[in-house]
């Protein structure tokens, strides 16, 4: 039987300088689990995805967004500041977009630093102009590049058109009072006059 004098653990000691080859079997097995361990954790570190916080990276691009806008603004303001009139492009009319909206929201405030410097209407006229040449370059429209004088004579409005008219019909028909005043009583003379006071008491005989 064996001798109780010594311990479990005195036992193991002394099997262990009995039999060095068991101790180096242990060491393998205890060393083991550990060199497996190790790819799986290569692994897990190489396919691990880096986190990034999306709203920081939608912030970012906004402010991107807003440099590049408030760049074409300024790009616009220094181009038509030596421009005549006559010689800036003509601006298409654009659709009411969702996207349409939100780049002129967003143009909106950039404008303050503009208009409060402007000294005078024209100047106030040019800036709002500036602002609707960016919103176009920003939404990629077509824009004319020939300006606004062409070959061709410019459009006359109807209401100018009706105006012009009536005032010369007034300046002919005040001509020939003027000569039927000073004794001029040809037949065209009277019957223009008769016309203009047709429907009141003057008398021409």
């Known amino acids: 039987m064996r001798s109780n004098t010594f311990d479990v653990t005195e036992l193991e000691r002394l099997r262990r300088e009995a039999d060095p080859s068991s101790d180096d079997n242990a060491t393998a097995k205890d060393a083991a689990p550990q060199l497996a361990e190790q790819p799986a954790n290569v692994d897990a570190a190489v396919n691990t995805p880096v986190l990034v916080d999306?709203?920081?990276?939608?912030?970012?691009?906004?402010?991107?967004?807003?440099?590049?806008?408030?760049?074409?603004l300024d790009e616009a303001i220094l181009e038509t500041r030596s421009t005549p009139v006559e010689n800036r492009p003509r601006l298409p009319r654009i659709a009411l977009s969702k996207r349409n909206r939100a780049i002129v929201r967003a143009l909106n405030p950039m404008l303050v630093t503009y208009l409060e410097a402007s000294w005078d209407l024209c100047e106030t006229d040019?800036?709002?102009?500036?602002?609707?040449?960016?919103?176009?370059?920003?939404?990629?429209?077509?824009?004319?590049?020939?300006?606004?004088?062409?070959?061709?004579?410019?459009?006359?409005?109807?209401?100018r058109t009706r105006i012009e008219e009536r005032?010369?019909?007034?300046?002919?028909?005040?001509g020939r009072l003027i000569c039927f005043r000073s004794g001029n009583t040809r037949p065209r003379i009277v019957r223009t006059d008769r016309m203009a006071f047709a429907g009141t008491n003057v008398s021409f005989s």
């Open 126 to 159: 040019s800036i709002l102009f500036d602002a609707a040449l960016a919103v176009c370059r920003i939404i990629g429209a077509k824009l004319s590049t020939t300006g606004r004088t062409t070959g061709q004579s410019i459009a006359i409005p109807t209401w």
């Open 54 to 72: 999306s709203n920081d990276d939608e912030t970012v691009v906004q402010e991107l967004k807003l440099e590049q806008m408030r760049s074409t």
């Open 167 to 174: 005032i010369a019909k007034a300046r002919t028909l005040i």
